[in-house]
Each structure stands twice: as C-alpha cells, then as structure tokens.
C-alpha cells in the first residue's frame, strides 16, 4: 500500500499564531512531498516541494518566510504557517511521490481556520 | 503559464447511465496524465493513468482516453453508482518528473 496520513485533521487558531501540519508516509519512504491549497470549490494549487535534506522549492507567488516547510525524514514533511490570517483559512493538502514513478499519494488534508 | 482546464463544471447523470468528463490541457510537453476523484472533505483518491505513449487504457469500469492531436483527455465511468458522486480533477505532469498540475475540477452528481 501507500498511505499518507495528516495531522490535525481540522484546526481552528487566532489570527496572528502560528499552525504546524504534519505530513507522514506511512508504509513508505517518500524522497519527495508536496503541499497543496485547495479553497473551496476550487482545484489543487502547488505550494511548493519538500525534498528530504534539503530545502523546499517554492511556486511562484508563495512566501516561503509565511510557509515554512521541513523535511526531515523520508516519511514526515512539516508546513507550519506562520502570523496566521483569516486569508490564509483553506483545505491544506499533501502528497507524497513513492520511488521514481510520477504518481503521488494524498494525505486526507487539514482543514484550517484562521479566526 | 500554461494549465489544465476543463470544459463542463457539473456534470449530473442517472444511476446506471455512463459518465464521461473531459479536460482540455495546453502543455505540450505533458507525458504522464492522472484522474483524481475527490469527495467532499477528504484528499484526492487516484483513479486511473495514463502515459502519452498511449491513447487508450482501461480499469475497473473506468476507461481514459488521451487524444494528443487535440491535447484532450476524457474519462468515462460505466454504469456510474450513487457513490462516484465527488469532483473529479485531471492532472498532467508537464513534462515533468514529479511535478502535476491540476484542472479545475468537475462535480459529478448521481442520481438515483
């Protein structure tokens, strides 16, 4: 199997503090995760890609100061968001690339809402 | 940039009817196409694949097809049930090795 778990499910915080959410690969090592955002009755935008040991690539138009990303080990991404802002409420979603295929395994998502 | 878009929104059908949703994509350098379902709340589920090498490839009452003349992608789900309902989005990886880029998405809707 491949399966991508996150943590919290749904998370609810005060504008102005900040939010972690964990990404694991269960019964795999995972080289490479993505984070996505996905607001409501939308599509899945890239935020960016965490690579193991390094740093992560961010799109175009995502503040990596606002996004902080953290790859330590082949089966865990972190993406904490920073000064948390109303805007900033979405359906935060990760995946998880296994070996060198192009297919990507999703995590259920994290709902986050910013008050 | 270029993207993936796809042409109906919505899409409602009768139990038992067969479904078909299509998406358009404009990077020609696209090699690797997927089908994701989403239901409500939850992340995307894979459905099916399909590689540029081919224009045709089939599942478990799921077939993709892939024009590459027209950039076009499509899939049809037989005898669609009550619970394919969920938004079904395209994905293309660009030419890439990793990378995917979504479409906007259809909401299919069974009833029964």
């Known amino acids: 199997g491949a399966v991508v778990s996150q943590h919290p499910s749904w998370v609810i915080c005060k504008s102005g503090t900040s939010v972690k959410i964990e990404c694991r690969s269960l019964?795999?090592?995972?080289?490479?995760m993505f984070w996505y955002r996905q607001f409501p009755k939308q599509s899945l935008m890239l935020m960016a890609t965490s690579n193991e040991g390094s740093k992560a690539t961010y799109e175009q138009g995502v503040e990596k100061d606002k996004f902080l990303i953290n790859h330590a080990s082949l089966t865990l991404s972190t993406l904490t968001v920073t000064s948390a802002h109303p805007e900033d409420s979405s359906f935060y979603i990760c995946?998880?690339?296994?070996?060198?295929?192009?297919?990507?395994?999703f995590g259920p998502g994290t709902r986050l809402t910013v008050l | 940039g270029e993207s993936v878009g796809l042409h109906l929104p919505t899409l409602s059908v009768q139990e038992g009817d067969n479904s078909i949703i299509n998406c358009a994509y404009s990077?020609?350098?696209?090699?690797?196409f997927i089908w994701y379902k989403q239901e409500s709340g939850k992340g995307p589920q894979f459905i099916i694949d399909?590689?540029?090498?081919?224009d045709k490839r089939q599942g478990q009452r799921v077939t993709v097809l892939l024009n590459k003349t027209v950039k076009h992608l499509s899939l049809q789900i037989a005898a669609t049930q009550p619970g394919d309902s969920a938004v079904y989005f395209c994905a293309e990886n660009g030419g890439s090795n990793y990378k995917l880029t979504f479409g906007k998405g259809t909401l299919l809707t069974v009833n029964p």
């Open positions: 399909i590689r540029s090498n081919m």
């Open positions: 990077n020609s350098a696209s090699d690797y």
């Open positions: 995946s998880a690339r296994k070996g060198l295929n192009n297919e990507q395994f």
């Open positions: 019964d795999f090592q995972a080289t490479t």
